[in-house]
């Protein structure tokens, strides 16, 4: 994801949260640009610990999501930060996504999961996806990371219950409950293994004719250190040539950068 990112010649900083000491000494190691590691003593707070014990490692690293977003808000001189999911990877700038949030004069973005019909899951994973997310440090946007922190402290666990589901479907309530919230509308943010069949697949790539910001490589897995498994959603020869290609390519490549630096 940081290597597609600067491949864009995207102006960035990316804060990376370390949740084990492996992590961050491997990403230490690597004297990355444009990185700003913080480590779990650095962000874990009280509140966070005392949950902890009572959640599995995902259910945890969930619960954290809008605590890791307004660590950097209070503690950086930032005006916005961006939540990104480590498994995404950039073909295009996300600047152009961010020139449409401005636009709008909100103070939060989110993106919808656009389901394939036969792929259809909202009502129990959500409208939206926590994946790309926008958050300005204006009151606005405070209060919806402020309430959403809370929620999450309160439950964040790894099934469907009573409307809820990890840190994601809160995210339904947002364009009711607050004012400010954008909603995007670029079709090349967020396409995924969920959504892309109901699209032409060119090259670019691109989605019937628009590019590809981001893709979000859910449920790819690895067989072995060099095969991959691509989960159980239909994908088109397209879609693996031209989207899911270039991913493993570079995955591939990393596999090789950490071998060679732990040899």
């Known amino acids: 994801m940081y290597d597609s990112l600067r491949q864009t010649e995207e102006c960035f900083t990316l804060f990376i949260f370390c949740f084990d000491d492996l992590a961050y000494e491997m990403l230490r190691s690597l004297n990355l640009s444009n990185i700003v590691l913080i480590t779990l003593n650095e962000f874990e707070t009280d509140e966070l610990k005392k949950v902890k014990k009572l959640r599995l490692e995902t259910e945890y690293y969930w619960t954290c999501t809008p605590h890791v977003i307004r660590h950097v808000l209070d503690n950086y001189d930032v005006k916005e930060v ?117 699209y032409e697949v060119t090259d670019g790539p691109q989605v019937c004719g628009v590019p590809i910001v981001f893709y979000h490589f ?31 390519r570079a995955l591939r490549e990393q596999i090789d950068t950490i071998v060679q630096l732990y040899d």
């Open 218 to 248: 859910h449920q790819l897995s690895w067989n072995t250190a060099y095969q991959f498994d691509y989960g159980v959603y239909r994908l088109s020869k397209e879609v693996i040539s031209l989207i899911y290609g270039p991913y493993i």
């Open 82 to 198: 961006t939540y990104l999911d480590a498994d995404l990877y950039f073909f295009t700038k996300p600047s152009i996504l961010l020139d449409e949030f401005h636009q709008s004069n909100c103070s939060v973005m989110i993106t919808e999961h656009r389901y394939t019909p036969e792929y259809d899951q909202r009502h129990k994973f959500g409208i939206y996806c926590v994946q790309f997310m926008t958050f300005k440090s204006d009151d606005r946007g405070l209060k919806v990371l402020q309430w959403w922190g809370d929620r999450c402290l309160e439950w964040c666990y790894n099934r469907v219950e009573n409307g809820k589901f990890g840190d994601q479907k809160y995210l339904d309530k947002w364009p009711e409950l607050f004012t400010g919230i954008h909603v995007l509308q670029h079709l090349g943010g967020g396409v995924a293994c969920w959504n892309v069949q109901q």
